[in-house]
């Protein structure tokens, strides 16, 4: 006969020390109560969000000089510098037009010049720093620097235009589809320039206007972009700002995806546009950047062919599911990035939890107040911490973006799990204005978005089929910027791969609906084309909830996620947390190389580099493998000879070295 389970036995002693634990928590209770269950407002003003701007007059220390131009409307020069900094050049300073003068135009081999008016004055300070030897691109020039650029304006301009590059030096390596153009493109002749790109139509034909241009003028070299780049690249990555607070899609839900309806050509979403167009600047950036060669940073970590940006979301579910989805991620010695939303609880059950979880680990009488509940503790947040995956917020906001990310944000540090990570996933990936969501995001400390997402009727074909690749034209993070061109302290990382768009996960109708198979095979070749062809950190979403399931619905997920996580781990893509990606991804943007000095006898580039930051993973700095018929030779670090390996960025080879965190000197010889 089964014997009846026994109750807990509690001695005497125990008894009287439960019961003064009691009487102190009733003590504390009435005024401890309220005071731990108040709302907490965001650690950050609204007015907190922005990055500053940058002000003053630079130092002449690098060979690029970033000119923006705070009249235009709107101003999109800062994000200009945000994607220098994606493409890997950190060696270039920024001005505001207003501050520029002859003398400090002189010091810089080559000049980037954001698009907006000038006064006639301004405008000849560039045409003569051009026809003195300098090198310029503009953007959307000026009307008083046409001519300059080789092209003559006939007036109107093309809207939802294409840009397919030719088979110029420049144009090495780039995409020779025709590639999405949201921006007005003014209309030009040709009057003596190069022409590295046309506008053209959707199915490739060339039209007679030029969209990027390059012309040896006097001393000097002037190119152009018929439009500008920076607002291009913001409108292909983040959407259509008309479009926002829009139900576009057809699933309930106002979300990231609602931006892209009409918007992204569906035939184009292989290719990564917005870096594509990118690239093709660096490849211009790179020929035009002086008489020394120019060296830049690698976008992905030292020895990883690509990145898997491991995530997934948890509604409420028990640590054991948890544990079971990192057990995988930990046999392929990767990271993963859980975003939880806690059960729904009162003030009063959160209190109750959190005491229960305090008491649990008084000596002696801890063993009373263990929690069976299974739900995750703060020692459980700290146990997979240690291991390098990482616990943050999945915030709900059917009431309100505002409200959601307040409620939650307080229920995560009250219950025991902070400090907050700084990356973070919406529930249902909800999004309020172009960038409303992420100005929130910013004011809690949160500097990564997992919201941009690949799923749901948007990428169906009419005929019924599915596309794959790049929803927001990008396989980079980069800030966001706002609609004025303000660029917020949040990157937008995109989430590529989703287990519940391309299986049954929660069966919501607008899935693919295939198997665990043919769903791994999908993910297998986005792997394929990011390690081989563009360079990429690729999101991807897997869903803990399957693991509660059970039955089919686990075994379809679990098998999935292996065999993405031992595919990408196969082909030395390396598998992080969305916060190990963050670190490596601020660690390459505040990076620092200044004091450039090339002595072109002994064919000799000198500088200084720098890296700071407490990232896992190391950068891998770049040299161009030619200069000047010369190659790159040897590479000298802090005294110390370092192999070089071999990487091609658009049209240009280069020799590859790790870079560690510190300040370092650098030595490269050519010969």
């Known amino acids: 006969m089964k014997q009846p389970a026994q109750r807990p036995i509690i001695t005497r002693r125990r008894f009287l020390q439960v019961c003064a634990c009691t009487v102190a928590a009733g003590a504390l209770g009435a005024t401890g109560y309220v005071a731990v269950n108040a709302p907490l407002p965001p650690p950050y003003a609204a007015t907190d969000v922005f990055q500053s701007p940058v002000a003053g007059k630079p130092s002449p220390d690098a060979p690029i000089l ?52 000038l006064t006639a004055a301004t405008a000849d300070l560039f045409r003569n720093y051009v026809l003195a030897g300098g090198r310029l691109i503009a953007f959307q020039p000026e009307s008083r620097l046409v001519d300059l650029m080789g092209v003559r304006s006939i007036g109107g301009a093309t809207a939802n235009g294409f840009l397919k590059v030719t088979d110029h030096p420049l144009a090495q390596g780039i995409a020779r589809q025709p590639l999405q153009v949201h921006t007005p493109v003014a209309q030009y002749a040709l009057d003596g320039a190069e022409v590295i790109a046309w506008m053209s139509h959707r199915d490739g034909d060339a039209s007679s206007y030029p969209a990027v241009t390059v012309m040896r003028v006097g001393k000097g070299i002037a190119a152009q972009w018929a439009f500008d780049l920076p607002h291009n690249i913001a409108l292909i990555r983040q959407g259509n700002p008309a479009a926002a607070n829009q139900e576009r899609d057809g699933m309930e839900g106002i979300r990231t995806v609602d931006l892209f309806v009409d918007w992204i050509d569906l035939d184009r979403i292989e290719i990564p546009q917005a870096d594509e167009q990118q690239r093709l600047l660096a490849n211009m950036v790179h020929a035009l950047a002086g008489d020394a060669p120019l060296p830049r940073l690698w976008y992905l970590p030292a020895g990883s062919t690509a990145v898997l940006v491991a995530t997934g979301d948890a509604h409420g579910i028990l640590r054991s599911h948890i544990d079971a989805a990192l057990e995988l991620v930990d046999q392929y010695d990767g990271a993963l990035s859980i975003y939880y939303a806690p059960p729904p609880l009162s003030n009063r059950g959160r209190t109750l ?22 739900y995750p503790t703060p020692d459980d947040v700290a146990r997979w911490r240690s291991r390098g995956h990482s616990f943050g917020l999945h915030p709900y906001v059917e009431q309100g973006v505002d409200k959601g990310y307040n409620d939650y944000w307080n229920t995560f540090i009250k219950l025991g799990y902070g400090p907050v990570e700084p990356t973070v996933r919406t529930h249902r990936v909800l999004w309020s204005g172009w960038v409303g969501t992420a100005r929130v995001q910013a004011q809690y400390g949160l500097r990564m978005s997992c919201d941009h997402y690949h799923s749901g009727p948007l990428v169906r074909r009419a005929d019924g089929s599915w596309v794959h690749g790049y ?5 980079l993070p980069m800030p966001f910027v706002d609609e004025q061109g303000n660029l917020l302290r949040v990157y937008q990382q995109h989430t590529h791969i989703v287990d519940e768009h391309l299986m049954a996960v929660f069966d919501t109708g607008y899935e693919m609906g295939v198997g665990a198979d043919e769903a791994a095979a999908i993910a297998c070749r986005q792997i394929d084309v990011a390690v081989q062809q563009y360079p990429s950190a690729l999101g991807l979403q897997c869903h803990i909830d399957p693991f509660a399931f059970g039955g089919e619905k686990q075994t379809m997920a679990s098998a999935w996620f292996d065999r993405v996580l031992s595919y990408a781990a196969a082909h030395r893509a390396a598998i992080v947390s969305a916060e190990q990606w963050l670190a490596f991804t601020e660690m390459r943007h505040n990076a620092t190389m200044r004091d450039l000095a ?29 200069h000047r018929q010369r190659t790159l030779r040897q590479v000298v670090i802090d005294g110390m000879l370092t192999s070089a390996l071999r990487r091609q960025v658009g049209g240009v080879r280069y020799g590859a070295v790790t870079l560690t965190p510190g300040h370092h000197q650098v030595r490269a010889y050519y010969g």
Do not use: C, M
């Not at 923006?68 to 037009?97: C, H, M, Q, W």
């Not at 006898?601 to 990232?615: Q, S």
């Open 598 to 626: 090339w002595n072109d006898a002994e064919g000799v580039l000198t500088f200084e580099a720098e890296a700071g930051g407490t990232a896992q993973h190391h950068l891998l700095l770049l040299l161009p493998l030619e």
């Open 353 to 374: 939890r959190r005491v229960r979880w305090w008491a649990a680990e008084l000596p002696i009488i801890g063993a009373v107040f263990t929690d069976e509940s299974g």
């Open 471 to 475: 929803l927001t034209g990008s396989g």
């Open 66 to 117: 970033l000119v923006t131009n705070p009249d235009a409307t709107p101003s999109f020069g800062a994000y200009l510098g945000a994607i220098l900094k994606a493409e890997g050049f950190v060696t270039f300073r920024t001005i505001r037009v207003g501050d520029v003068d002859p003398a400090l135009l002189a010091r810089f081999p080559l000049v980037l010049l954001a698009a907006g008016p």
